[in-house]
């Protein structure tokens, strides 16, 4: 899962960064709402946390143009204002969900996985193929049966394998859904994923083309 965190307060920013990644998103901080428009239109996002008061384009303002834009992304907007008329506000503009600061970092988890799991069209709750049964908002692993433990990286390159079974999915699409911003790709990352993923569930259940990408077969 990947989220977009905007926040201009950079302890918050930081904090969130962190704990986020901690729980194993992949995390992308921008610290003002200009360059949101571009980002989610570069990138796919499974949800955006915002914050209301920023510096230039205001919150509410992303909010609506997002809207406008017809993204259904699921949003959690960030507050320092707790009023009901800015609450109503906020999901009139077209929030999911609304946080006011401070807030504890276990409330911002239940929110976010509430977020998912009732969010977007992308996020439905079990995704299942070739025996492989995969929760995105619990992420839970099920094969023939029994669960298993995936690291965060394993998890997020067999999820996106899952979600477009079927069909090859590239190489630089699946770093671009392990690696946060800033990262570096080592060259053979996907591979060492993708020999691991194959030594959990067989390796005819991933299938490699050359110079294509890679793909469970359903
Ligand atoms: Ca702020």
New binding site residues.
């Given amino acids: 899962m990947r989220v977009l965190l905007v926040?201009?307060?950079i302890q918050l920013g930081q904090t969130l960064e962190t704990a986020l990644r901690l729980e194993q998103y992949a995390v992308d901080w921008l610290r003002s709402g200009e360059p949101v428009r571009a980002t989610l239109r570069a990138t796919p996002y499974d949800l955006l946390i915002l914050?209301l008061?920023?510096p230039g384009v205001p919150g509410m303002q992303v909010l609506r143009q997002l809207r406008a834009d017809k993204h259904t992304l699921p949003v959690l907007l960030l507050t320092a204002r707790n009023t009901v008329a800015d609450k109503v506000d906020g999901l009139d503009s077209g929030a999911d969900d609304y946080l006011p600061k401070p807030f504890d970092m276990d409330e911002v988890f239940a929110r976010i996985r509430s977020l998912l799991r009732r969010g977007s069209d992308r996020t439905v709750s079990r995704l299942e193929v070739a025996g492989i049964v995969l929760d995105p908002v619990e992420r839970v692993v099920e094969f023939d049966g029994a669960s298993l433990d995936l690291t965060a990286r394993e998890f997020a390159i067999l999820e996106i394998l899952v979600r477009n079974a079927g069909r090859f999915v590239s190489r630089p699409r699946l770093e671009e859904g392990i690696y946060s911003w800033g990262e570096e790709i080592g060259s053979n990352t996907v591979e060492v994923y993708i020999s691991r993923l194959r030594k959990r569930f067989g390796s005819e259940r991933i299938e490699t083309m050359r110079g294509v990408g890679y793909r469970i077969p359903t």
């Fill in positions: 926040e201009d307060d914050d008061g920023l």
